[in-house]
């Protein structure tokens, strides 16, 4: 009976301690990542800020979604005004840039195209952004430590490590699903214009065929007069 008191105690303090790190952990590991799909209009240059701190890492990547050519020009900017990295007629692309403080600038330019708007899609992908607070405030949380012979740091690093996975999973699945409206858009386009095309191909037939029955006809046919 002593036995199963004293298992009780330790379990209720274990439970305590990892209940305190969850709640830590979710006050101070914040996810800094983000993605945006917006509409680029015909002849419009869309441009963004983002700020940073140095030493991080900015990893931006884009994609073309839907319209004429699926393609458009892009640059990042530093905060002294400085072009990065451009691309012209892209569909899609990917970058990174080790950050000094100030704002940067990334844009999307539609200019080069007079009729057709773009839908585009993008995500934000911020590294190394840290705050103010220590992150070894956590342990004036807990109580009780010496009670259990456990390594809350392991405990700490474990957490990290299974949110980092499920923010990259998260990633990669909001980059498959812009990948998939791309192609789900390209198909219905190509849809229509077969369908346009059959159309026109039917209405060309039927015309063709009216005309050769008209000339056929016109084949034996006795136009001349019948004296009596």
Same mark, same amino acid.
């Given at each position: 009976? *002593? ?7 330790? !379990?209720? =303090?274990?439970?305590?301690?990892? @209940?305190d790190?969850?709640? /830590? %952990? ?26 940073m ?7 931006? *990547? ?7 050519? !699926?393609? =458009?020009?892009?640059?990042?900017? @530093?905060p002294?005004?400085? /072009? %990065? ?30 009729v057709?708007?773009?839908l585009?899609f ?19 949380? /807990? ?86």
């Amino acid at each position: 009976m *002593e036995v199963v008191r004293v298992f009780l105690c330790v !379990l209720s =303090v274990f439970v305590a301690l990892v @209940s305190d790190r969850f709640v /830590v %952990l979710a006050f101070f590991s914040q996810s800094l990542d983000s993605d945006f799909t917006f509409t680029l209009p015909a002849g419009r240059k869309e441009c963004f800020y983002q700020t940073m701190k140095k030493d991080a890492s900015l990893e931006i *990547e884009y994609q073309v979604l839907d319209g004429a050519g !699926l393609d =458009v020009d892009f640059f990042i900017s @530093s905060p002294s005004g400085q /072009v %990065l990295f451009s691309d012209y007629h892209k569909s899609d692309g990917v970058h990174t840039v080790e950050t000094e403080d100030g704002d940067y600038m990334f844009c999307f330019d539609n200019t080069f195209s007079s009729v057709s708007e773009k839908l585009i899609f993008f995500e934000l992908i911020l590294d190394n952004m840290e705050t103010d607070e220590d992150p070894d405030d956590w342990k004036s949380y /807990v109580h009780g430590t010496d009670i259990l012979d456990m390594k809350l740091e392991d405990i700490m690093d474990t957490i990290n490590n299974v949110k980092a996975r499920l923010g990259k999973s998260l990633q990669i699945q909001t980059v498959l699903r812009a990948f998939e409206a791309r192609d789900r858009n390209l198909q219905e386009s190509n849809y229509d214009r077969v369908n346009l095309w059959s159309v026109i191909n039917l209405i060309g037939m039927m015309l063709i065929s009216a005309v050769q029955v008209y000339l056929v006809r016109s084949l034996f046919e006795d136009k001349r007069k019948i004296r009596t």
